[in-house]
């Protein structure tokens, strides 16, 4: 009976979400695709605009019985804040971040939520994983890339 | 090691999703109920009444290295538009669409989502899945189909 | 010098306001318009819809020192519901409430705003007023009817 | 042919999700760290504080034909309202739920997320069971457990 | 007695708003700063970024009796969207809008609010007055410009 | 005509207003009301709960022509922050702001409006004033203080 109740409390999981704004500058251009298709594809999101993007990073992990925490959120925020906000909030995505316009990498909302996962994907402590970060660039377009 | 790089390239999936709003009027009220059960079981539901629903149609796929695109946003837009709002946005469900109040089945935020996951699916290019339809009636009642 | 801190309490006044929201149906069409200028003025809205309303109410008054309240909001709650929310809430609006259809007024947002305002205008404790009443028929379209 | 429409109607399953509020205080602090780590894990949230949480109470099932729902939201809301808002609303956590100061458990998200799982679980009737509750401290910091 | 009843109706006034949003990008640069002043006014505003704007357009007039408008929401929509939206969405607004770059304007909140202004100002129909431009850059930063 | 121009420029005037949030604990109990009276006005308020509470603050001035600013935002963000949320945030307003508690005034919306108010007013360089100071306790109940 004791060690049942020992099983669950270890087992007890949670994912816990830190949302982090930023706001930055953007195109949609692809080097591999000719000027006419850019145009097709891209339509106005070929000129230079800009969003407010909120960034919704989930980890998960068991609760620590002694903290009744995941994680501390403070610890997040700060890798959020350094690995990706600080990145992009009030910059030029493709001419800033070599990821992607040196890269030859567009600036879907999509590839930015990719590159905010590989950035922090690794980056959190044993036994806390990163499950998946969203990014909503408008309120109506949004993108999630989930851990596999 | 060219290999793995490509390999992952191709592996990289996301999932994107697109909201868009309508207002619509509906009453609940099924025709394999009694009067009374339909009273007892919908209350005020039972008169006609009506909502601003949100609708967010999450989508999958891998993310084309060319565009950085699961699918072209204008592509889900016009489809959930065609589909979806233009069916249903400043019309009576019930009396409007032929799948609820014909076919007698109660317009429930679980139908709407169902009906539109149904109109949705199979719409769309290879490759990219519809795996969820959230319907939001209000903002302390949401229904989502996910593809199983 | 008191009698001026006197008086500066007595003087303290604030507004307060309380939102609450409510589910309806409604169509616009007017009686004194041809059928072509309803259709042409008020398009798809000529159809039975509906919305999800939220309806904001404006009160002005002193500030009691004994309560810190310009009024209880559990008044101005009980005010609302009985008066507005009631009366609207999962209803057709034009059917249901005479003073729109019976009487040939159109439910536009001004109108069921004006409604409300009429309706609660008059009904608060002396020394406190309504000041405005403030309808959202969307996130988009919003009337404001204010005590002149 | 016919059977194969019939069970499609079976197996339509959709996920409801209701969500209310509840305003409370509480402040972490944990019985197991001393004084110097409850103040470097908790920083300012060692103090009394509060927050307008947002419990959203996500349940699964099969769409029932004849009312188009997974389960009544009245029913959900009553099961909701009475097992956690009544229990945490207009509260101190820590003081007034057992489960949390006189147990030792800090009320962190996770673990009011966790509380509010175990209060509901088991709750519902057959073929209904709740499968993620999420809560919400502020807009920037969530938890969610998930049924197994 | 008629005569004041009429004279009420005419009387019966409102304000109508039409939230529109865009997303555009831009910098803070005063050609009458120099280098050093600019960084330290605007700081990291001084780079190329971006938002989503929030423009909430309100007009004031009389409630015609016969289709309890102020103005046609159509109407607002329109002016909204050709005189402002059109010409800052999925823009650089100090390259591509004159008014702001190329006269020397920043492009605040304060100065976008206040080009709409005049913009939309003398555009709509005798009786009907723009009385504010709301534009919110964040979510936590709004300019408002009223009519005098 | 140039003067006219020159006239113009200076008197375009705009009301810039910063969001900030805070989370803090309260009561409502007044000392100047009996037991029964208390609980009679106060209902659940009474025990200690809390709130995310969001401060909106407005101020007015002209627009300078050479920062396009009524005010440098980074000025009215630090203001708010240092004299307002700086002392409510994570504490227990009642008990450790003695303008509440130890001066006998309940926490009541209207009161922390009205505190943040007279801690800000004055605090603005010549020119500009603060003109309105919002506080939403919940998203269904708001206090407003304006400059009179």
């Not at 020992?6 to 692809?30: D, G, P």
């Not at 969003?51 to 994680?71: C, F, K, Q």
């Not at 804040?81 to 992607?100: G, K």
């Amino acid at each position: 009976k004791k060690k049942k109740k020992k099983k669950k409390k270890i087992m007890a999981r949670a994912v816990l979400t830190r949302v982090e704004k930023f706001s930055a500058a953007h195109r949609l251009w692809s080097p591999t695709l000719s000027d006419a298709e850019n145009l097709s594809t891209f339509g106005p999101c070929t000129r230079t605009h800009g969003h407010n993007y909120v960034l919704s990073v989930s980890v998960a992990g068991r609760i620590d019985p002694a903290t009744g925490m995941v994680i501390n959120l403070t610890t997040i925020k700060a890798l959020v804040t350094d690995r990706v906000v600080a990145v992009l909030d009030h910059h030029h995505i493709d001419e800033d971040v070599p990821w992607f316009g040196a890269a030859g990498r567009p600036s879907t909302a999509e590839n930015i939520a990719l590159w905010a996962f590989l950035s922090l994907r690794g980056a959190l402590p044993a036994g806390v994983d990163v499950v998946a970060v969203r990014l909503d660039e408008t309120d109506k377009n949004t993108a999630v890339i989930r851990a596999e």
